[in-house]
Nanobody
Framework: QVQLVESGGGFVQPGGSLRLSCAAS????????IGWFRQAPGKEREGVSC????????RYADSVKGRFTISRDNAKNLVYLQLNSLKPEDTAVYYC????????????????WGQGTQVTVSS
């Protein structure tokens, strides 16, 4: 069974940083685009960033441009999301997902999902 597992979430003060990781088991990530999404209480799941299967293409939501960076290490079967200059409005459960090589920021484009990791930004 395909599995994605997120890690690296936690509690951080405004302006702080976290690095989220997305690990795959039972399949090879390099055939897939990977997206990061987040969902805050009472809000819809939104696309944060995505990266193509060979890392030639990345995309960011306007709300995180210049603060978040997505990367991947296919040799390690890992995808990362570096979160810098965090704001309270970044508080959410963050999910990674795997989709076709050209997937974008729409949740419907992704086939496999992790369980999420909580990010809380508060003073």
């Amino acid at each position: 069974q395909v599995q994605l597992v997120e890690s690296g979430g936690g509690f951080v003060q405004p302006g702080g940083s976290l690095r989220l990781s997305c690990a795959a088991s039972r399949f090879t990530l390099d055939y897939y685009a990977i997206g990061w999404f987040r969902q805050a209480p009472g809000k819809e799941r939104e696309g944060v960033s995505c990266i193509s299967n060979r890392a030639a293409f990345t995309r960011y939501a306007d709300s995180v441009k210049g603060r978040f960076t997505i990367s991947r290490d296919n040799a390690k079967n890992l995808v990362y999301l570096q979160l810098n200059s965090l704001k309270p409005e970044d508080t959410a459960v963050y999910y990674c997902a795997a989709g076709s090589y050209s997937a974008g920021l729409g949740p419907y484009e992704y086939d496999y999902w992790g369980q999420g990791t909580q990010v809380t930004v508060s003073s």
